[in-house]
T-cell receptor, first 113, second 112 residues
């Protein structure tokens, strides 16, 4: 059973470009969480999704950030018009039940030049 | 809102000795805490958890202790091994849908 998959592992963007981060949860998991880790900090919750629904986006910046988890395909975290402050590691986690242990992917390291 | 704090940024331990990692929280209402371990350039890996009805949970070399009156939990690793060198995060999972609130992390270094 493959673990949580994220791609790309590394992403470099120039200021003003768009970044698309993909996450495929573990098989059978319908609950997906996105977290962001800024340098020298812990992981911060961004958004929680179930298939086709955003359940909690309280950790998402108000502008430029969006997330989706379509019926088919991976979950996507989209950042429009990236700025240098968006440089961070973005982790996706999945869970079979929406409670308890979450299984994390390897992360996408976004660098904004 | 629940706050989770790991006040020690780093810990250095000799191989074979005990490692004790600490975590404090602010809100008395919680469902469970989890400990995750993270290597550089990898995602966090689940280690052990403890629910609000327990004071202790043990899994092999890892034991988590919960002191509800002090709002404090600790992770004990005995004996420590060089492969345990990593960043350790405690996380609170107290919402109805499992959103995790993480501490800042503690870098553990185990010297051979």
């Amino acid at each position: 059973n493959a673990g949580v998959m994220q791609n790309p592992r590394h992403l470099v963007r120039r200021r003003g470009q768009e970044a698309r981060l993909r996450c495929s949860p573990m098989k059978g998991h319908s609950h997906v969480y996105w977290y962001r880790q800024l340098p020298e900090e812990g992981l911060k919750f961004m958004v929680y999704l179930q298939k086709e629904n955003i359940i909690d986006e309280s950790g998402m910046p108000k502008e430029r950030f969006s997330a989706e988890f379509p019926k088919e395909g991976p979950s996507i975290l989209r950042i429009q018009q990236v700025v240098r402050g968006d440089s961070a590691a973005y982790f996706c986690a999945s869970s079979p039940t929406g409670a308890g242990e979450q299984f994390f992917g390897p992360g996408t390291r976004l660098t904004v030049l | 809102d629940q706050q989770v704090k790991q006040n020690s940024p780093s810990l250095s331990v000799q191989e074979g000795r005990i490692s004790i990692l600490n975590c404090d929280y602010t809100n008395s209402m919680f469902d469970y805490f989890l400990w995750y371990k993270k290597y550089p350039a990898e995602g966090p890996t689940f280690l052990i958890s403890i629910s609000s009805i327990k004071d202790k949970n043990e899994d092999g070399r890892f034991t988590v202790f919960l002191n509800k009156s002090a709002k404090h939990l600790s992770l004990h690793i005995v004996p420590s091994q060089p492969g345990d060198s990593a960043v350790y995060f405690c996380a609170w999972g107290g919402t109805s849908y499992g959103k995790l609130t993480f501490g800042q992390g503690t870098i553990l270094t185990v010297h051979p």
